[in-house]
């Protein structure tokens, strides 16, 4: 679906800019800035969708953006800034937040569980094993649920990603192996094993 999306990129770009004018949409800059973070991620296009949702985050009204929004512009905006454009210390604050939103809507379990993988990643990368821990325990109930079971992989490579940070090469190597043929089923395996 990215090569599919990839080009309608421009148009893309044109409708957020519009959406995010004076004279524009604000819901709609931040529906159109939710999916792209998604394409963008996947298409390994990130400053550009760091840059498009900096751009309508002071669109969010606490009061008036739908709470779901809030929580997928929080994760969409902690994920395109994995490689760049936000600092560490605000990825761990979009996560939480993003954590906290998901948490208590029993129908975004499957954001939840991305959700608290990607937190652990980056809680590893920060060098905050405890963290990355509690995020990886939370996520492993998840993806047992069958409704989850599709995420099985993505979790097994955030774990080896945290066992690399950890220093323990062999449970990372073990942890990567058990992934690697469910993130192909899954159709992540070219955007976690790049």
Not at 74 to 81: K, N, P, Q, R, T
Not at 90 to 105: G, V
Request: charged content about 15%; hydrophobic content about 45%.
């Amino acid at each position: 679906w990215v090569l599919a999306c990839s080009p309608e990129i421009d148009n893309l770009r044109s409708a957020i800019e519009w959406a995010c004018s004076p004279g524009g949409d604000g819901a709609l800059a931040l529906a159109l800035v939710n999916i792209a973070a998604v394409l963008m991620y996947q298409a390994g296009r990130y400053p550009e969708c760091v840059r498009w949702m900096q751009m309508a985050e002071p669109l969010i009204d606490e009061t008036s953006t739908p709470v779901q929004v809030v929580g997928e512009f929080s994760l969409g905006l902690a994920l395109v800034g994995l490689h760049g454009g936000i600092s560490a210390q605000r990825r761990m604050q979009l996560f939480d937040r993003a954590c906290d939103i998901f948490e208590q809507q029993p129908s975004t379990h499957g954001l939840l569980a991305l959700t608290l993988c990607s937190n652990a990643y980056v809680a590893a990368v920060a060098g905050d094993f405890d963290s990355a821990e509690r995020r990886l325990a939370q996520c492993s109930a998840l993806v047992e649920q069958p409704a989850l079971r599709a995420f099985k992989g993505t979790w097994l490579y955030c774990t080896g990603m945290v066992r690399r940070y950890q220093g323990q090469s062999a449970q990372a190597l073990a942890a990567f192996a058990q992934a690697l043929p469910l993130v192909r089923t899954e159709g992540n395996a070219r955007t976690l094993f790049h």
